[in-house]
């Protein structure tokens, strides 16, 4: 059967696989496996922006992919953007296999605030759940409670639940009963 | 929803089309990515794109601008976003010239985008609804709330059909209440003017000096309290119809303005010195005989003649009562569901009543009537009683048939009924028979009438 793979781009907490273990658990029905981390790769640092252009680590996701991987999820603590955009929270290709999250902006001192582990943790879950849900085919949902909902902002994060809404949910159910297991 | 507004992006560089291209699908949109400016025009060829964003720097070939302005030469409606790494107030000042929606600076924040792109759809939605509700409009005055079977009015839609299209000027001719505005309005929306602007000026109910304003516009202090510039009648009629109602009625000076827009498609806003040009169609209207008016010289021969290229008379409703009972029918309907009233038609004695009244206000008289026998009406179908008021007032002829008599005495009965209605007053008895007091009178002693 096909895996969810999960692969740390630079260096990644132990505890972050914890929290994302759980939820990928809990909601998709995919064994759930580690791959040994990877390096940022060159050429994705932006010195006048000071940023990583998420597409190269995208990029870099699809080639190291096992070829039994159903979908691979990167993890960095970089900040991403694309060409178009300031700042990314994650980037998914829709209905596709890979998705990369970035933990930098959800941290609470990248606001000047002290640190939260719990607001860190939740905030993990739900930007895996969205970036996911767009592997499986999900857009964004008008439901501001919604893992899907889109957030431009890091007070939307924290608007959303740790879950998906029922009509998102029912999709990926629908999608994973699926003949072919929709993965 | 949001596949039905396709996206274009158009950008030399692969990972900008390709990052822009995935953040707008994870939203729900189709979205399509073009390279250099010739491959997004024929991408906008065969697609309807909403929304167009394009880089205003590409490399060789056609420039940001340059493929907004083809892209625009294809799809009129698409929104084009210039994207730029720089801004400049120059640049965004000529993209937003030559037709740019909106103009952003990369890198933006993605709040930003998604407000831009959720702002422009809804305008989107908004222009494509009223659309459709013209395109309703349309149709409602296509043979439009005209109903007939008169072979006269047949003849008359069939021409506004063939007239539609022309810029011809209309003269429509008809007693007050037979339909002139429809008429006019089945005109204009036949035609190739229908997306265009219908305009109504009623000149009967305007003083010279106010018709004046409201058909040429004025300039900012052209009078006290003329604040702004605004436009007449005439500029908002600008490629569409202008309908002049009641034009019998314009004073001399604006006979003489309204000519030389005629001849010359220009005028001048009142207090202005700068000439105004238009493309209008004029359809003009009137309850008098205009032909009677020039003889009388009320009306200016040449504006009368200019007027007059096409001339629609509409008949009365007297002249075509086989239309009464569908007209009728068709007020029922519409009327009943307007006023919340539950009233299923009107029963064969009251059609009779109501086919053979005269109706001096003609339709329009007919739909206020059946709009008082519908308030009034106390079941579910409309009955002769509804219409007995109608009865009372109304003239002689109905029901009337020539007795066998001699001509004499049919002026005798005449002058004695005449005399009974008014209750033997003489003066109004007269005037209802159309002759002088000293007149009746000698025909009272002719006819050895006592009153």
Same mark, same amino acid.
């Given at each position: 059967m ?15 696989w ?44 699809? /080639? ?15 900040? !991403?953007? %694309? ?47 969205h ?11 008008? +439901? ?35 003949v072919?297991?929709?993965? | ?23 707008l699908?994870?939203d729900g ?43 625009? *030469? ?27 929606q +909106? ?6 924040? @993605? ?8 702002? %422009? ?9 009223n659309?459709? !509700? ?12 005209? $109903?007939?079977?008169? @072979? ?44 265009? @602007? ?7 109910? &305007? ?19 003329a ?17 002049l109602?009641? $034009? ?5 000076? &604006? ?7 005629? /001849? ?9 010195? /700068? ?35 096409? +001339? ?12 009464? @009972?569908?007209?009728?029918?068709h007020?029922?309907?519409? %009327? ?30 007919l ?6 026998? $519908? ?22 002829? /109905? ?7 001699? &001509? ?9 009924t ?21 007149? &009746?009178?000698?025909?009272?002693? *002719? ?5």
């Amino acid at each position: 059967m096909n895996a969810l793979y999960l692969v740390a781009i630079g260096n990644v907490p132990e505890k972050t696989w914890e929290w994302i273990e759980n939820a990928a658990a809990e909601w998709y029905p995919l064994p759930v496996r580690r791959l040994p981390g990877l390096a940022i790769p060159e050429g994705a640092y932006d010195a006048k922006r000071k940023q990583y252009q998420s597409v190269e680590l995208m990029k870099m996701l699809a /080639q190291q992919a096992p070829h039994d991987a159903g979908r691979i999820l990167g993890v960095t603590e970089v900040d !991403l953007a %694309i060409p178009m955009l300031s700042f990314l929270f994650g980037q998914a290709q829709l209905d596709g296999p890979v998705a990369v999250v970035s933990l930098c902006r959800l941290h609470q001192e990248f606001y000047g605030l002290p640190a939260q582990e719990n607001l860190l943790r939740e905030r993990t879950v739900k930007e895996v759940l969205h970036e996911m849900g767009h592997t499986f085919g999900l857009v964004h949902c008008a +439901e501001p409670t919604c893992a899907m909902s889109l957030a431009t902002h890091i007070e939307f994060v924290d608007a959303k639940a740790e879950q998906y809404c029922s009509r998102c949910g029912l999709q990926l159910v629908q999608r994973f009963t699926a003949v072919d297991g929709g993965v | 929803m949001k596949k039905n507004w396709p996206i274009l992006v158009v950008d030399d560089e692969d990972v900008m089309c390709e990052s822009m291209a995935a953040w707008l699908r994870e939203d729900g949109y189709s979205v399509d990515t073009a390279p250099d400016g010739k491959k997004a025009v024929e991408l906008a060829k065969s697609s309807d794109y909403a929304i167009c964003f394009v880089d205003l720097k590409m490399p060789g070939g056609m420039d940001g601008i340059e493929t907004m302005m083809e892209i625009h *030469r294809v799809r009129r409606e698409a929104s084009v976003i210039i994207i730029t790494a720089y801004a400049t107030v120059d640049t965004a000042i000529q993209a937003m010239k030559e037709g740019a929606q +909106e103009y952003i600076v990369k890198p933006c924040n @993605p709040q930003e985008i998604s407000m831009l792109v959720s702002r %422009i759809l809804k305008l989107k939605k908004l222009q494509s609804e009223n659309a459709i !509700l013209r395109k309703k409009l349309t149709r409602q005055y296509r043979h439009h709330d005209i $109903i007939t079977k008169n @072979p006269r009015m047949e003849e008359i839609l069939a021409l506004t059909q063939d007239i539609a299209s022309l810029r011809s000027t209309v003269l429509i001719r008809g007693e007050s209440g037979t339909g002139k505005e429809l008429v006019a309005r089945a005109v204009h929306f036949s035609g190739n003017r229908a997306e265009k @602007p219908f305009i109504v000026v009623s000149c009967a109910a &305007l003083t010279e000096t106010l018709l004046e304003s409201e058909l040429f516009g004025y300039e900012k202090g052209a009078f006290t309290g003329a604040a702004a510039q605004v436009k007449g009648k005439f500029e908002l009629a600008d490629g569409g119809t202008i309908f002049l109602d009641e $034009i019998g009625d314009i004073s001399p000076k &604006l006979q003489a303005d309204l000519l030389r827009v005629l /001849q010359e498609r220009r005028f001048y806003r009142v207090g202005g010195n /700068q000439e105004v040009e238009v493309e209008v169609r004029i359809i003009a209207a009137t309850n008098k005989n205009l032909a009677e008016e020039v003889q009388q010289g009320r009306f200016r021969e040449d504006l009368y003649y200019r007027l007059n290229v096409i +001339e629609i008379r509409l008949p009365a409703l007297r002249e075509r009562r086989e239309d009464i @009972p569908l007209l009728a029918e068709h007020f029922v309907q519409r %009327i009943a569901s307007e006023l919340g009233r539950e009233i299923s038609g009107i029963s064969a004695a009251a059609l009779k009543v109501l086919i053979a009244y005269d109706w001096p206000g003609n339709v329009r008289e007919l739909e206020n009537v059946i709009e008082r026998a $519908i308030v009034t009406c106390r079941n579910g179908t409309l009955e002769e009683q509804d219409f007995s008021w109608l009865r009372q007032n109304s003239g002689p002829q /109905q029901d009337w048939e020539v007795p066998d008599v001699s &001509l004499d005495e049919l002026e005798r009965r005449a002058i004695i009924t005449a005399l009974e209605r008014k209750h033997g007053n003489v003066k109004e008895a007269s005037a209802s028979l159309g002759i002088d007091r000293s007149t &009746l009178y000698d025909k009272l002693k *002719r006819y050895e009438i006592v009153h």
